[in-house]
């Protein structure tokens, strides 16, 4: 059935143009002999992970760059799940540094996304967020509610790039925000780092606890979610219409 609403729409269209951008650059690379090196190339550098490590670091500077840039990106756009990149960056970097390349990548795209919300409003915010998510946490847009937007950061498995967009809906201040999801972040940004790492060392031990521990918090949340919300919402703070 043909969409009937506008963002269906221009969804649609808007796959369908990347779709077939894909499909024609693939079949002219396979016509002028290119994609056959491109796979040659891949298959060098994914041959092994030392290899992938060396040729990102073969990049210098730019290396941290694009993975700051990927992750401000996937805040903003959501092309690819965050979890994928934050996984990939303890792989390549090692944990510190991917939590550090991370933490500045996220907080720049939820920096853009609060702000592109807080300049457009609602009509901006209706595009990212479906209508069912923005009813339910709604009083996010109405309260400052700091600590409980810290929580909601920090929680497995909560849509945060969404909440950046609620958050520039609400009263609270561009500096606070900016604190308030950095600091959110930063354990969930830690567990994938370490993740990515110890795939990289072939910890195979760490990474089942790690996994254990990360499915037990997001089971935790899907089955205890709507509970914590209302906690969460009884728990924001006064109504307020500024910030400092």
């Avoid at 390349?101 to 915010?125: E, K, W």
């Avoid at 990212?128 to 847009?141: I, N, Q, Y």
């Avoid at 600590?147 to 520039?168: A, M, N």
Wanted: hydrophobic share 50%; charged share 15%; proline share 4%.
């Amino acid at each position: 059935m043909w969409p009937t609403c506008k963002r269906e729409r221009i969804h649609l269209i808007l796959g369908s143009t990347i779709l077939a951008s894909v499909v024609v650059a693939g079949v002219i690379l396979t016509f002028t002999g290119h994609m056959q090196q491109f796979y040659k190339t891949l298959l060098d550098i994914f041959q092994s992970r030392d290899h992938l490590r060396l040729y990102l670091e073969s990049w210098g500077v730019w290396a941290p760059l694009a993975f700051i840039v990927l992750q401000s990106l996937q805040v903003v756009m959501a092309p690819i799940p965050g979890e994928l990149t934050g996984i990939v960056g303890g792989f390549v970097f090692g944990t510190w540094s991917s939590v550090l390349y991370s933490s500045v990548g996220l907080t720049v795209g939820s920096v853009v996304a609060f702000c592109a919300a807080r300049i457009v409003g609602l009509p901006l915010v209706k595009l990212v967020v479906c209508g069912e998510t923005l009813d339910k946490f709604h009083f996010l847009t109405e309260r400052r509610g700091i600590i409980g937007s810290l929580i909601f950061f920090i929680i497995p498995g909560f849509p945060k790039d969404i909440l950046c967009y609620l958050l520039g809906l609400s009263p609270m201040g561009f500096i606070t925000f900016a604190v308030v999801c950095g600091l959110g972040r930063i354990p969930g940004t830690a567990m994938l780092s370490w993740s990515g790492a110890a795939i990289y060392d072939k910890d195979w031990r760490l990474l089942i606890i790690l996994s254990i521990v990360s499915a037990v918090c997001i089971g935790l949340f899907y089955f205890k979610g709507e509970k914590a919300s209302l906690w969460l919402k009884s728990k924001c703070g006064p109504k307020l219409t500024t910030d400092a």
